[in-house]
């Protein structure tokens, strides 16, 4: 069965780089997705990369998959207050029902 | 910019009381899911729609119920309404065999 783990909590200070963690445990072909989510609103897809990818860097955002250990991760450059947010991590399974399981969500707060 | 709209955003009713949330998108999407999320961020998926007549349970049991009577409506209802109802309720949408999602702002619902 999917199962997506992420840590809960991540300060950072401002300027600094954050990077956001997750693991996954099923071996198939799969989809990861990093979600956002801000104070009172949904999720808004940030950025996504399927298991046959290592990297994928989109402006400050650079994802990289370790498929050996399952392991996913999100790098935010130069964090701004702005990124203060809840970030998810999701896997899906190509063949399936394409029904995302989500990860618990990492709080990063960002502090001057 | 997610065309997605969810209805009322704050809701506050006694026990008992039948309600449902309302969930309309424009984007002519066929899949539509609702989850629940706690006070840890946690989400789970509550209901999930493949289209037109499809309704689907999640993997968290729950009271409510569902409708898919046209595309771009999906409203949840609670037939009477308990406190442990109380949570933020996320409506999203996504085509068929991708998991970008796209989610409303949510509706938040006290139960006292």
């Known amino acids: 069965g999917e199962d997506v783990e992420q840590s809960l909590f991540l300060s950072v200070r401002e300027g600094d780089s954050s990077v956001i963690n997750c693991t996954y445990t099923?071996?198939?072909?799969?989809?990861l997705y990093w979600y956002k989510q801000e104070p009172g609103a949904g999720l808004q897809l940030l950025t996504y990369?399927?298991?046959?990818?290592d990297m994928k860097q989109d402006q400050r955002l650079t994802v990289l998959l370790n498929k050996k250990d399952k392991h996913l991760s999100l790098r935010i450059a130069d964090t701004q207050t702005g990124d203060s947010a809840i970030y998810f991590c999701?896997?899906?399974?190509?063949?399936?029902?394409?029904?995302?399981?989500f990860g618990r969500g990492t709080s990063l707060i960002v502090h001057p | 910019e997610a065309d997605i709209y969810q209805t009322p955003r704050y809701l506050v009713i006694g026990t008992g009381k039948k309600i449902t949330l309302e969930c309309s998108q424009t984007?002519?999407?066929?899949?539509m899911y609702w989850y629940q999320q706690d006070p840890g961020m946690e989400l789970h998926l509550i209901h999930y729609?493949?289209?037109?007549?499809?309704?689907e349970k999640g993997d968290l049991s729950s009271e409510s119920t569902v409708s898919r009577i046209r595309t771009e409506h999906f409203p949840l209802t609670l037939e009477s309404a308990r406190p442990s109802h109380t949570s933020q309720y996320l409506c999203?949408?996504?085509?068929?065999?991708?998991?970008?999602?796209?989610f409303g702002e949510g509706s938040r619902l006290t139960v006292l």
């Open positions: 999203a949408s996504s085509e068929l065999g991708t998991g970008e999602l796209f």
């Open positions: 099923d071996s198939s072909s799969t989809y």
């Open positions: 990369i399927f298991s046959n990818m």
């Open positions: 999701a896997e899906i399974l190509t063949g399936g029902s394409y029904i995302p399981t």
């Open positions: 984007m002519g999407h066929d899949k």
């Open positions: 729609s493949y289209g037109v007549n499809s309704t």
